[in-house]
């Protein structure tokens, strides 16, 4: 079906055409320049430059047309072999495209100004462009050089372009709807569903009339009913009861036939509305979608100029340019790429004597992929450079005042490799125009947070560097795990989960008050939804705690919900500007059956739980619902060569109900609790025979009693002395000058509990 271009001035038509053949201008003489003999890639570039011309005449632009001409006749003479379109040539060329993309989006009523303002500027192009298309064929095996011909755009091509983006971009943020794109297919099948829906919205018609049949039979039914009830109540008028029943049995009959048919009416019906809706959803969404080359077709015109302007030669590989991608998305994406590609061809392709001297090839090579995995967009970008030196990244980590000597020591490879996301850190020695200021993985950071996608890099040192985005198909509709916090639903984006899973009670370990559980050799803080979402407590129950793994790249935390409700593709509906930020929450969704649900702002959330933290107002979650209460009252070892330390925490415990006893040393400790059970065990490190933390050490290896809570007690109170004990195994560790009688008290009801349980 052709497009109704009848709402479409001149202008506008122009300004499409241009559109359309600038990119097979750019496209063909980017290809022209490794096959510049090419006849169908000729005649397919004069054909653009023609098309444009005549474009421009009906409109009434000169200056376009005598461009567009210039560069018509440039083909022509390539074609007839006179001439051949590389190097200098090919600039020039390409700096006519720009400017006939620029010249095309000034606003009508300003065109005739313009052109007058920059005469000299049309008069020098057309100048340069005849130059290259008077190139004598003895001077086409070499590439031209016209004394005026320059890579870079002229001062007044460059002030131009301002200004016109300028313009266009003041035009397109006054208009209130935008303008879109739909293929005629994409009009075909949304018509056609739009048809049958029509069709499928009749049929309840002549449903709505059954029922109104229905009510009728069903009023009869009735007033035969009182009838009978009448009759009954009056003596002889028993006669009349045997007609009564047979019409009141026949109209009940009527009545099931009329439901037995419209009921299974109704559920083919819904049914076919139900796929036909799919159907309509997906077509909608389908029309959302343009393909990756959409947003990425300026990418070889920018890598292959700036590869010149740096003495390289660099070959851009786009794969996956048909995948589909929110129209949203991909004009997201523009900026964080075309960021990531100058890094790659400024710092990660090596120049082509540092290559060779690598034994690589003397030509760069960068490869950008999109395709659809597993529900999700992904798109990778990698190069085969240099990558990134982990030392030198490192040392600059340190410089920065990121983390201290000793930490940045023990940072692992993907740990480092997190920093390059932080707004301003580059790993550039200089700052120049086309990179090193550390802002383009800043901005591809923001992009992702923005649609709820996320990234990860992949270094290959003295071979390359790949990024990886996941981001969602469309942010149209949401991937979610829907799950209840406090008696509602809440939907978490699949997108920013690491993972969902059911964690034991038993397995919940408490460490210096704060509760953790193990996930592939890694402690996971545990927080309760409830409390961040500021939201009543509901009561505990089960044996298992329903967690989401969730965090940011410095800290993950195991979020503690109701339960689980499954995953769900929502439509994402903005909340009411008036709401202003909701903390948490950043946007809504309707469910199936009309129950509105709250979409969460996960890295809102994250920072939520972190000032939780640091404000010390966490609380921890009950590991005690469901279980009855008993009175057997804790037995606590305490282990400390010290007779006065040893006699205060005895008294100060058995006050507080705890039944205790003592060990004067390690050993004696050790063979305490293995003769004998106990709830929790306090030590001393300093001890003679056997020290403390070999206490501890030996409690953790010893099956039977790795999970029995260890506190200590010392007067190390050096950060370091600490980190051991706690390394050992150590629940918590407190240096005997620091706490007093109610913050030992209050550990210990943290490990065991109250003293009768």
Not at 235 to 250: C, F, N, T, V, Y
Not at 684 to 699: A, F, H, K, T, Y
Request: aromatic residues 4%.
């Amino acid at each position: 079906m052709a497009q109704d271009l009848s709402s479409f001035s001149m202008m506008d038509l122009f300004r499409t055409e241009v559109e359309n053949q600038a990119v097979v201008l750019n496209d063909g003489l980017l290809n022209l320049e490794s096959d510049p003999r090419n006849k169908e890639k000729l005649e397919s570039l004069m054909r653009a430059a023609h098309s444009i011309k005549g474009a421009a005449r009906i409109v009434g632009l000169d200056a376009v047309v005598r461009v567009s001409h210039a560069m018509e006749d440039c083909f022509v003479a390539a074609q007839e072999g006179k001439i051949l379109l590389t190097g200098d040539g090919a600039d020039v060329l390409l700096r006519g495209v720009d400017w006939l993309g620029n010249a095309s989006k000034i606003p009508e009523a300003e065109a005739e100004s313009w052109f007058a303002g920059h005469q000299s500027e049309t008069d020098r192009l057309a100048a340069d462009i005849a130059a290259v298309m008077n190139q004598s064929a003895g001077d086409s095996s070499r590439e031209s050089q016209p004394p005026q011909v320059s890579a870079k755009p002229a001062p007044d091509s460059v002030s131009s372009r301002e200004g016109t983006e300028s313009a266009a971009s003041e035009r397109n943020s006054n208009e209130k709807d935008r303008i879109v794109r739909v293929t005629a297919e994409n009009l075909n099948r949304l018509m056609g569903l739009a048809g049958e829906s029509l069709v499928e919205a009749r049929w309840l018609q002549p449903f709505s009339n059954s029922l109104m049949q229905l009510k009728s039979h069903h009023t009869r039914l009735t007033n035969l009913l009182g009838q009978c009830r009448e009759d009954l109540a009056v003596p002889g008028h028993g006669g009349r009861l045997d007609e009564i029943m047979s019409a009141l049995q026949k109209g009940a009959n009527e009545c099931r036939q009329i439901l037995t048919d419209r009921i299974n009416e109704f559920e083919v019906y819904a049914r076919r509305t139900a796929n036909l809706s799919n159907r309509l959803y997906r077509e909608v969404i389908a029309s959302r979608m343009r393909p990756f080359a959409d947003g990425v077709q300026g990418f070889p015109r920018m890598v292959r100029d700036l590869a010149k302007q740096l003495g390289k030669k660099v070959n851009l590989e786009i794969v996956g340019q048909a995948t589909g991608v929110d129209r949203d998305i991909l004009e997201k994406l523009e900026a964080p790429l075309n960021h990531l590609l100058r890094n790659s061809v400024d710092h990660g392709i090596e120049s082509p004597d540092e290559r060779v001297a690598r034994g690589k090839s003397p030509d760069g090579s960068i490869r950008l992929e999109a395709r659809h995995r597993a529900g999700m967009l992904s798109i990778s970008l990698s190069d085969d450079g240099r990558g990134v030196d982990l030392e030198s990244l490192r040392r600059k980590v340190v410089e920065k005042n990121l983390v201290s000597q000793a930490m940045a020591g023990d940072l692992s490879e993907p740990e480092l490799l997190e920093f390059l996301f932080l707004p301003g850190f580059s790993t550039a020695q200089t700052v120049t125009e086309i990179s090193g200021r550390g802002v383009g993985l800043n901005i591809l950071q923001n992009m992702l947070h923005e649609v709820g996608g996320s990234a990860r890099a992949i270094n290959r040192p003295g071979n390359g560097m790949t990024f990886l985005l996941q981001l969602p198909l469309t942010l149209s509709v949401l991937r979610t795990l829907l799950v209840e916090i406090a008696g509602e639903p809440y939907a978490f984006p699949l997108s920013r989960i690491e993972r969902s899973l059911l964690i034991p009670k038993s397995q919940v370990d408490l460490i210096e008050g704060r509760q953790f559980f193990r996930l592939e050799e890694e402690s996971i803080g545990l927080v309760a939804a409830h409390q961040v979402l500021e939201l009543p407590e509901k009561d505990g129950c089960g044996d298992e705690f329903a967690v989401i793994v969730l965090g940011d790249r410095l800290n993950r935390y195991g979020l503690v919900v109701d339960r689980f409700l499954g995953e769900r593709d929502l439509v994402v509906r903005p909340l009411d500007i008036r709401l202003g930020k909701l903390p948490d929450i950043s946007s809504a969704a309707v469910l199936t059956d009309g129950t509105p649900a709250l979409i969460v702002d996960v890295e809102d959330m994250v920072r939520s739980i972190d000032n939780l933290l640091s404000g010390g107002r966490l609380r921890k979650i009950s590991r005690e619902a469901g279980k009855v209460q008993s009175t057997i009252q804790k037995r606590i070892l305490v282990v400390d060569d010290s007779i006065t330390v040893r006699e205060v925490e005895r008294k100060l415990l058995e006050s507080a109900g705890y039944a205790v006893e003592v060990a004067v040393n390690g050993m004696d400790g050790w063979n305490a609790v293995r003769a004998a059970a106990y709830d929790l065990v306090i030590t001393d490190v300093d001890m003679p025979r056997m020290n403390g933390i070999e206490l501890v050490s030996r409690i953790r290896l010893e099956p039977a009693l790795k999970d029995l809570p260890v506190m200590i007690v010392s007067y190390k109170d050096r950060e370091e002395d600490r980190l051991r004990g706690l390394q050992a195994g150590a629940n918590y560790y407190f240096t005997k000058s620091s706490f007093h009688d109610e913050t030992l008290l209050s550990a210990v009801e943290d490990l065991i509990g109250e003293a009768s349980a």
